[in-house]
């Protein structure tokens, strides 16, 4: 069994997995419930001079039937009064020791981040985390992502929290700026003990057609909200790596955007987080979800030969370089198995369309000069190789055909429907085998 | 379109029979809507007869363009609606689908194509669907005989290239097969009626209670009309042609089917013999005589002997049992329909062809009575003991062994029954069309036409439908109804 237990700059946690700071862990009966299932560590829902919240605060983004592929919200920080919440962390706290406890805090004055990271500390957490993320409402009021866009007002506030902090300080980075690194060094630079990005995305998630209002609306009215969820996690992944690829930054990193599953963990570990957070997943499935994540994670690391969740930190990140960095010299060409085709054609439709014509129907003729495929290095059953050949890649279809009473169930018939490539157009720019419904049916090929 | 559910009578025995695929939800629709590859040259559209383009309305569905899907169904399928209930899609679009390869479950067009367009028959935002805007009127006229599906999307056509149609229906409701012939748990005859009577809304002239060759002259039709289009159907059940089979108890598949579906003083109990000790008068012999829904013989290999003997299952009969005079595999019917029959309880025995209709009394040569198998039925039971007294009773019926249809001599036995149902096939309309000048027919009765353009011997006479393919699908009805109309169309320009 891999070791999953981390060391997050001197914030000990039993496993990577940790609750972002969000309506999951808005009171200590939540984040109770949470550790009992398994979680490995807390943020608290961000503590600030307590707020009035609108209704409605949430619109999702659907893909076909997946529902909220992405999360839009304009809720602000916590709405409960600052000592409720200090104490039900003081009773969580003494409840789970063994868990990670952090307090994410978000005030205006040096005296009040102050007062605040010493009753932090008062109230047993293990850790701060300053929220210079929130890309709604609070940035109007110069908190949240106002800061985390202002390197110089971001350096100072971590100045003023560490002048008194005992305990490791995070800095929460908001992806709504340019240059993820230079907010991330700035809060390095003035002793952060962490950084934990992203914070979600300003979006808009959508327009009521029927009403013609935005998505959320309020009486009618909307404002662009912080976007989270599946959607956002190519953008988290990204940042992750960028901060993890910079030499300034020697501080641990608390990933978070979309991690979903276990395996969003991983790839999120790999790229530089030691420990990730998840949110709109529990918003959407619960705290349930735990289970398979550590269990998920487990399982990869002993199938992979890594003995510890640590181990896997950072192993991707290196893979990462700039696009000038990349080897011209390398070429890979789609090939299509013509055993597993089903004929459906959506490969020629979007590379006539939208790539680069290399892909032609049976019958079509391969231009003079041109390089057709080698199909017996993927199929032996291929009846010819030449592209002029009607038949190609016909094979016995009875095998696979369960139902094959004679008017009842025709049997489709792809064989004569399979495209090929003209490898003398492909690019090798992966998109057939992007489309392609059938599992391995497309394959990248290296061409030595 | 709403009163025309009036014009059916309920107490109907398909009443009580339930689709046997369930109308989607929005939710569910846009489910299976989105399982469709939306594939290039797609072979579920080069599998449906009318042509429709399955993966182009799917998509629509996936968008929430309902609106938009219907339309692209009714442009190529006036009758979209109850073929997405009737077709077999298994043998046409679905089974071409090539998710099967995947391998993983097909979709389930049908059940889409229905989603997309029921919600539309028979309404005014439907109507709009199908009226055709901007068309000039042409002044030309063409005659339908009989209100099928083949007519109907004739005339559909016609109508929005411009020109008058007129169908004459012999009958009272227009719909054809559509309405009295589809097998209840696919198609109720109340949306049949409202589909068609939307259909004909959009501005197709119907006049019912007219038989042409009878009410109204061929030369008359020839006279007044710019051209002629032939969707009669078959007409009548075939005859068994054996000895003992004018009688009690002997009915036409297609006439008893129409019975269940729109007669509401119809009694299936009536169709079977009685026991002789339940014979007594009133009440209780019709109690007793439910015991009597037993043993059905079904003689004939294709759907429609499919259909009634899964019907007769339905209702409650015990001991449905086909005959065939070929073997399972030479069976012209769908295999899944056999096998759900199968489920419902039906028999079937191949190679066995009946020589004789075995009568209690007068068990003789009485068999070659005039008029159809059903008429002769019909007054077996409505006059009691009078016709029974010359005939008798039916017992069963002598089959033999088939070898290549033929009844194989010395083979003979008895096989016990209270009812027989003739499937084998309609008679065809020869009386009719030997008025038509120009009009052949082949061996089979079926109307001789030119492939490309549906026309007759005749070249004002244009014919499509049952009449022509022997008794084919809805759907190929109103694929050849199109394709005639196109004809008709290039030839009035």
């Keep these: 069994m891999a070791e999953l237990s981390i060391d997050f700059a001197g914030i000990r946690s039993p496993n990577p997995f940790w609750l972002a700071s969000g309506p999951p862990t808005n009171t200590g009966a939540q984040v109770v419930r949470a550790f009992e299932m398994g979680w490995g560590g807390a943020v608290w829902k961000t503590i600030g001079e307590p707020v009035v919240n609108v209704s409605s605060r949430l619109g999702g983004l659907d893909e076909g039937e997946r529902k909220m592929v992405g999360l839009t919200n304009i809720e602000l920080i916590s709405d409960r009064p600052i000592e409720t919440n200090f104490r039900e962390i003081e009773e969580v706290k003494k409840r789970f020791p063994d868990r990670a406890v952090i307090a994410s805090l978000m005030f205006g004055s040096r005296e009040q981040w102050q007062a605040m990271v010493r009753r932090s500390e008062d109230a047993g957490a293990d850790g701060l985390e300053l929220n210079f993320g929130c890309p709604h409402g609070m940035c109007e009021r110069g908190m949240g992502s106002a800061v985390g866009q202002e390197p110089g007002v971001l350096r100072e506030i971590t100045?003023?929290?560490?002048?008194?902090?005992?305990?490791?300080?995070?800095?929460?980075?908001?992806?709504?700026?340019?240059d993820i690194v230079e907010p991330a060094v700035a809060a390095v630079e003035a002793g952060a003990d962490g950084l934990v990005l992203i914070n979600t995305v300003r979006s808009?998630?959508?327009?009521?057609?029927?009403?013609?209002?935005?998505?959320?609306s309020v009486a009618g009215r909307g404002s662009p909200g912080g976007y989270s969820g599946p959607a956002v996690k190519p953008i988290a992944l990204r940042m992750v790596c960028d901060l993890a690829r910079d030499e300034r930054i020697k501080v641990p990193i608390s990933g978070l955007g979309g991690v979903t599953t276990w395996r969003d963990a991983a790839e999120f570990i790999a790229l530089g987080s030691t420990s990730v957070q998840v949110c709109t997943a529990v918003m959407h499935h619960g705290y349930r979800i735990i289970e398979d994540m550590i269990d998920g994670l487990s399982n990869y690391l002993d199938d992979k030969g890594v003995?510890?969740?640590?181990?896997?930190?950072?192993?991707?990140?290196?893979?990462?370089?700039?696009?000038?960095?990349?080897d011209l010299n390398y070429k890979v060409r789609a090939d299509i198995d013509p055993d597993t085709c089903i004929g459906c054609q959506l490969c020629y439709v979007s590379c006539r369309d939208g790539g680069h014509g290399a892909i032609h129907l049976p019958g079509e003729p391969l231009p003079s000069g041109h390089v057709a495929p080698h199909y017996s290095t993927v199929s032996e059953k291929a009846d010819s190789p030449g592209p002029d050949s009607g038949s190609r890649g016909k094979r016995d279809r009875g095998t696979r055909q369960t139902d094959s009473e004679k008017s009842a169930s025709p049997a489709p018939d792809s064989s004569l429907r399979v495209p090929w490539v003209d490898q003398t157009e492909c690019v090798g720019?992966?998109?057939?085998?992007?489309?392609?419904?059938?599992?391995?049916?497309?394959?990248m090929v290296e061409i030595q | 379109m709403r009163n025309s559910r009036s014009k059916l009578s309920t107490g109907r025995i398909e009443q009580g029979f339930q689709s046997s695929k369930l109308p989607y939800s929005d939710g569910q629709a846009r489910g299976e809507a989105q399982r469709c590859l939306y594939c290039h040259d797609a072979p579920c559209t080069k599998a449906c007869p009318a042509g429709v383009d399955v993966p182009g309305f799917i998509r629509k569905i996936t968008t929430g363009n309902i609106k938009g899907a219907a339309r692209t169904i009714f442009r190529a399928n006036v009758l979209g609606y109850s073929c997405g209930c009737v077709c077999p899609v298994e043998a046409l679009c679905v089974g071409a689908c090539l998710l099967k390869l995947a391998p993983a479950p097909p979709v389930e067009i049908g059940r889409l194509q229905r989603y997309a367009t029921e919600r539309f028959v028979g309404t005014p935002a439907g109507a709009y669907l199908l009226l055709a805007t901007g068309v000039k009127r042409t002044g030309r006229k063409v005659a339908l005989v009989g209100a099928g599906p083949a007519s109907l999307a004739?005339?559909?056509?016609?109508?929005?290239?411009?020109?008058?149609?007129?169908?004459f229906e012999k009958r009272d409701l227009p719909g054809g097969l559509n309405l009295y012939g589809i097998a209840p748990d696919k198609l109720h005859a109340d949306d049949a009626l409202r589909e068609a009577e939307w259909v004909l809304a959009s501005g197709v002239e119907l006049r019912t209670g007219v038989e042409v060759g009878k009410d109204v002259s061929c030369e008359r039709l020839l006279e007044e009309y710019d051209a002629v289009f032939l969707g009669v159907g078959l007409g009548r059940d075939s005859r068994l042609g054996i000895p003992g089979e004018d009688g009690p108890g002997v009915h036409g598949a297609v006439e008893t089917i129409e019975k269940l579906k729109l007669?509401?003083?119809?009694?299936?109990?009536?169709?079977?013999?009685?026991s002789s000790s339940t014979c007594g008068p009133g009440g209780a012999a019709e109690a007793m005589q439910i015991c009597d829904m037993a043993g059905a013989v079904v003689i004939g290999g294709g759907n429609t002997a499919t259909d009634i003997a899964r019907e007769l299952a339905c209702l409650g009969v015990r001991g449905v049992t086909i005959l065939y005079r070929r073997t399972e595999k030479e069976r012209p019917g769908y295999a899944h329909e056999l096998r759900a029959a199968r489920l419902a309880g039906v028999r079937f025995v191949e190679n066995t062809v009946p020589v004789r209709v075995l009568r209690e009394r007068g068990d003789a040569a009485v068999g070659d009575g005039r008029g159809a198998v059903g008429m002769a039925g019909d007054a077996g039971r409505e006059s009691g003991g009078t016709v029974a007294e010359k005939v008798g009773p039916l017992k069963g019926l002598l089959v033999a062994n088939a070898e290549k249809a033929k009844p194989v001599a010395g083979t003979e036995c008895e096989f016990p029954a209270r009812?027989?149902?003739?499937a084998i096939g309609q008679a065809g309309m020869p009386e009719l069309l030997s008025r038509l000048p120009g009009v052949e027919s082949d061996s089979s009765g079926c109307v001789r036409i030119d492939e490309k353009t549906g026309r007759t011997g005749n070249p004002r006479i244009f014919a499509g439908g049952d009449c022509v393919n022997g008794g084919r699908e809805?759907?190929?009805?109103?694929?050849?109804?199109?394709?005639?109309?196109?004809?008709?169309?290039?030839?009035?320009?």
């Design chain 1, 429 to 443: 720019c992966n998109l057939c085998s992007l489309i392609c419904p059938v599992p391995g049916c497309v394959r």
């Design chain 1, 159 to 178: 100045l003023w929290v560490k002048e008194v902090a005992k305990i490791p300080v995070l800095v929460k980075l908001t992806p709504n700026i340019t």
């Design chain 2, 419 to 422: 009812a027989v149902f003739v």
């Design chain 2, 154 to 167: 004739c005339a559909s056509h016609l109508v929005s290239c411009g020109h008058e149609a007129v169908i």
């Design chain 1, 307 to 326: 003995s510890s969740v640590q181990d896997l930190v950072g192993r991707a990140a290196g893979c990462v370089t700039d696009w000038g960095e990349l």
């Design chain 2, 263 to 274: 007669d509401p003083a119809f009694r299936l109990e009536g169709l079977f013999r009685a």
């Design chain 2, 474 to 493: 809805v759907v190929n009805a109103v694929a050849e109804g199109k394709r005639a109309a196109l004809a008709i169309d290039e030839m009035l320009r």
């Design chain 1, 204 to 216: 808009l998630v959508g327009v009521d057609l029927d009403r013609l209002v935005p998505i959320p």
